[in-house]
């Protein structure tokens, strides 16, 4: 079982990425999928979930300009995210939450500065 996150970058404020996380041995469509974050001396924070039936759910701050989808026949999840912030630089990961497995990637860095 392996999650890969990639897409990660150094971008300037308003900028976009698109992350994205590869899955390897299990099927994405039986997890919840999340995107969680963490600055710099700081905890690991939630970003965003995408739930087994495809519902959809935000942390406050990425509302409306993150977005968090699922390609079924590539077994991957993405993260789109746009209007990027200062505020928003941390290493991006991924988790896949099933009724008794938690998997993680290995992360992505996103950096955003002028």
């Known amino acids: 079982v392996q999650l890969q996150a990639s897409g990660g970058g150094s971008v300037q404020p308003g900028g976009s990425l698109r992350l994205s996380c590869a899955a390897s041995?299990?099927?994405?469509?039986?997890?919840?999928m999340s995107w969680l974050r963490q600055a710099p001396g700081k905890q690991r924070e939630f970003v965003a979930v995408i739930s087994r039936r495809g519902n959809t759910n935000y942390a406050d701050s990425v509302t409306g300009r993150f977005t968090i989808s699922r390609e079924s026949a590539k077994n991957t999840v993405y993260l789109q995210v746009n209007n990027l912030q200062p505020e928003d630089t941390a290493t991006y990961y991924c988790?896949?939450?099933?009724?008794?497995?938690?998997?993680w990637g290995q992360g992505t860095q996103v950096t955003v500065s002028s």
């Open positions: 988790n896949a939450l099933g009724t008794d497995t938690n998997y």
């Open positions: 041995g299990l099927p994405l469509e039986d997890f919840a």
